[in-house]
């Protein structure tokens, strides 16, 4: 069983930078891709980033390209996002998941473990 705990979630204005944790645990960091995804109010989960398990590759959505940066460090089971230039259409849920069925990175449904959320709120 794996878990994934986030933190770093807060209330920034926009054009701000945060900073998410998540720290994995319970099998092999490095057996894992991971991602990050978000959900806002009324909206569906949406895919803003993944990392493969060597961080060697990184793959981003196009609203957050050029913004985020995905990373992670296998000495300590965690993979981070760096969030800079914040907007206020970045207020959402942030979650981490682990990769864990063939296919694209940017479906949530080949993500088998998944963290309780992380809230980030941006006001303009």
């Known amino acids: 069983q794996i878990n994934l705990v986030e933190s770093g979630g807060s209330s920034v204005q926009a054009g701000g930078s945060l900073r998410l944790s998540c720290v994995f645990s319970?099998?092999?960091?490095?057996?894992?891709?991971l991602g990050w995804f978000r959900e806002a109010p009324g909206k569906e989960r949406e895919f803003v980033s993944a990392?493969?398990?060597?961080?060697?590759?990184?793959y981003y959505g196009e609203s957050v390209q050029g913004r985020f940066t995905i990373s992670r460090d296998n000495t300590k089971d965690t993979v981070y996002l760096q969030m800079n230039n914040l907007k206020a259409e970045d207020t959402a849920v942030y979650y981490c998941?682990?990769?864990?069925?063939?296919?694209?990175?940017?479906?949530?449904?080949?993500?088998?473990?998944w963290g309780q959320g992380t809230r980030v709120t941006v006001s303009s």
């Open positions: 998941a682990a990769f864990t069925r063939s296919g694209s990175y940017w479906n949530p449904e080949h993500y088998g473990y």
């Open positions: 990392i493969t398990w060597s961080g060697e590759n990184t």
């Open positions: 319970g099998r092999t960091f490095t057996d894992y891709d």
